[in-house]
């Protein structure tokens, strides 16, 4: 038996079972009967590829029509964001030139097509469309491709980016090029249908990425107007996508959003398509459909209300409940039965809820370490949780600060439970309840990861997840099901970047605002409090500010050293340094008697390594002075190391941190510094 009986989740690979079982939606009659909507929209798993193959087989039999199926490949469209980087970083000149670009594209691609049939190629040589045709490339290149190549011919680097935009369409001889084909498709008797698919194929949903995409969209809907009754442009766009155009485009409402179709499931189309298939799958000639759902189930899965219960379990989407049933006839085919029962439908949704959830932290695992410890503390709570209880929830991960190294820098980074649940929104875990409609909005793009999170703010886990969690709540209702935009491929939020960035840009300007001197030494103290914390997260645990209050002898910063990395393993081993001391001075020059008092703060689980924090423009030591002290201390009091860093060489690793894979830079540094004091600082000199 198949392992997927019902046919497989991606249109690409399940014609067979499409040309045999596809069921014709309003939505896909829509599309054939009517050309007002030219932008089919829908979310992941929702069949906009099944349409794409049904509706070229349909339009293929039909005379005078050319179809032409288009899908731009993902290495291109990485590609091309280089090159569209030319137009400069404003999202209406890169849309403008998007558009241009695209609309040159798709009319040369179309061009490319024709000219490859034999009747319609005489046409063509009648025509001045021969030589942009053999510029234009390959008919087997990718349009991507071929776009790239020929945008890279146009663009001048050394023109601002405005007039790159102004002279894209002259260069491209865009207005000769649409005349031309104009014609040739009036002489052909032929209207030409192009389906685009698979638009995220390489799409990053930033500016830059949402304006290329953008600028597709629109030069289709230039062409259908232009070419009214000759060109008829489909492109088939995800949700997700669509709505960062609709957040980031000021034009969206004039020149979008009439022409959008958006695909709709409900629990008759759903049974309906299920059943098709499982008639052919099943090889059975049963003619009602409840009948036939009732001959391959058993127990309380029999009649229509027995699909509803695997239903609940889904987002009322084809791609859910193929999977959902695929993974649950199997399960019965191990045991010999034929009709599938509960069990294996809970089985199978188990299945697919642990893996959604091994996907979620996968995915995240490079830019937000810490996700798994999050997502696995609302084990077993309520699906639907008040904001209280959310930071309950949370806080317990926040107060420990002794993970492993990779865990405990993320972790740091947040400040408080309302950071983390605004990350947990910003990646699709949790949703955010909409006072207005009652429904759940979630995040699974960026789009809105700066939604205002309240004392009244209610959230819901996201359902997929609720079985891999041991959640167990009733059903959603179907319009909330419904209103779940679930994005299966998981895109990479920019929210924890975003937070990384924001929390250290805020902490690097306020050193700025600290004046030098006794006046600002307190606010110096807490920066470099925060600032070690961040930098040395992981490696260092149990930061404390004044940790002795009432005792004789008051270090400044004491913090415990972990081993974890090589320098501090290499602290701990050679100088027996377990607590680290960090001396804050808010002046630019340290004094003997400093040096004096970090002599006798140094001993004891201190071991024999310390640290001043200056205001100093750099580590280096001040021959004469510090030198000297430096040395006293290494060579009469027992090879005592006191380490000078600057306050520029925190904010330098601050800065830093902003890049996750550079989070080492600080340790790194911290080790050759420690070579140079041994190497050049603490030798005798010969005379």
């Not at 990053?204 to 000759?230: E, M, R, W, Y």
């Not at 127990?299 to 959902?324: C, Q, S, W």
């Not at 439970?417 to 699709?428: D, E, T």
């Not at 390594?609 to 040395?631: C, T, Y």
């Amino acid at each position: 038996m198949k392992s997927n009986i019902l046919g497989d989740i991606r249109a690409e690979n399940d014609g067979s079972m499409l040309d045999q079982a596809f069921f014709e939606t309003p939505d896909y009659k829509s599309l054939l009967e009517s050309n007002d909507r030219c932008i089919v929209v829908g979310r992941r798993g929702t069949g906009k590829s099944a349409l794409v193959h049904k509706i070229n087989a349909h339009w293929h039999k039909q005379k005078n029509k050319f179809v032409i199926s288009l899908a731009p490949k993902e290495d291109q469209i990485i590609g091309l964001r280089g090159l569209f980087d030319t137009f400069g970083d404003n999202f209406i000149h890169i849309r403008a030139a998007a558009k241009i670009a695209w609309r040159y594209a798709l009319l040369m691609e179309i061009t490319s097509k024709l000219n490859s049939h034999f009747r319609l190629r005489k046409i063509i040589e009648r025509s001045n469309l021969n030589q942009f045709i053999k510029e234009w490339g390959s008919p087997d290149q990718n349009i991507a491709l071929k776009l790239r190549l020929n945008l890279r011919k146009v663009v001048d680097k050394e023109l601002s980016p405005e007039e790159n935009i102004a002279d894209l369409a002259f260069k491209l001889k865009l207005d000769l090029i649409e005349r031309e084909i104009l014609n040739v498709i009036k002489d052909s008797k032929y209207e030409v249908i192009v389906l685009i698919d698979r638009l995220d194929e390489g799409y990053t949903p930033d500016p830059l990425g949402i304006a290329i995409v953008n600028g597709f969209v629109q030069s289709n809907i230039d062409i259908n107007t232009t070419f009214h009754k000759h060109i008829r442009g489909i492109v088939f766009l995800r949700d997700n996508m669509y709505r960062s155009i609709a957040v980031k485009d000021p034009d969206f409402t004039r020149n979008i959003e009439g022409q959008i179709l958006r695909l709709h499931w409900d629990e008759y189309g759903l049974f309906n398509m299920v059943c098709n298939r499982i008639r052919v799958a099943k090889n059975s000639t049963l003619e009602n459909n409840t009948k036939l759902w009732s001959r391959f189930t058993a127990r309380e899965m029999k009649g229509r209300e027995g699909f509803r219960l695997a239903l609940r379990l889904t987002l009322y989407r084809p791609r859910d409940i193929l999977v959902l049933l695929n993974n649950a006839f199997l399960n019965a085919n191990s045991q010999d039965r034929e009709e599938i029962i509960m069990e294996d439908i809970d089985l199978s949704a188990k299945s697919i809820s642990d893996n959604r959830l091994y996907d979620l932290q996968k995915e995240y695992e490079s830019i937000f370490p810490a996700l798994r410890l999050f997502t696995t503390a609302f084990s077993t709570m309520p699906a639907e949780i008040t904001i209280s209880k959310a930071r309950q929830i949370v806080l317990p991960i926040l107060a420990k600060d002794d993970y492993e190294l990779s865990l405990q820098r993320d972790v740091i980074i947040m400040e408080n439970p309302v950071q983390v649940l605004q990350r947990l929104y910003g990646i699709g875990f949790l949703g955010v309840k909409d006072t207005k409609s009652t429904s759940y909005i979630f995040c699974h793009d960026g789009r809105d990861p700066t939604k205002e999170i309240t004392d009244d703010t209610t959230f819901l886990i996201h359902p997929c997840y609720w079985l891999a969690l041991n959640i167990h709540e009733q059903a959603l209702e179907k319009h909330m099901a419904e209103e779940i935009y679930d994005e299966y491929d998981i895109e990479i939020s920019s929210i924890s970047e975003e937070q990384r960035a924001t929390r250290i840009g805020q902490l690097i300007e306020e050193i700025k605002c600290i004046e030098i001197g006794r006046k600002g030494c307190h606010d110096f103290e807490d920066w470099c409090h925060r600032a070690i914390k961040l930098i040395f997260a992981g490696s260092l645990s149990n930061v404390e500010i004044h940790p002795n209050k009432n005792g004789r002898q008051q270090r400044d910063i004491v913090a415990t050293n972990m081993a974890s990395t090589p320098v501090w393993d290499r602290i701990l081993r050679d100088y027996d340094s377990r607590q680290i001391v960090f001396e804050v001075k808010n002046f630019v020059d340290i004094n003997a008697d400093e040096y004096r008092q970090m002599n006798t703060y140094l001993a004891n689980d201190h071991g024999r390594v310390g640290f001043f924090v200056s205001r100093s423009d750099n580590n280096n030591l001040e021959r004469g002075k510090e030198l000297d002290w430096a040395q006293e201390l290494y060579f009469n009091q027992g090879k005592k190391i006191v380490i000078k860093l600057s306050a520029n060489f925190l904010t330098k690793h601050l800065s830093k941190l902003r890049s996750p894979q550079k989070h080492d830079a600080a340790n790194n540094e911290l080790n050759k510094l420690l070579d140079t004091y041994i190497r050049q600082y603490l030798i005798l000199k010969s005379k």
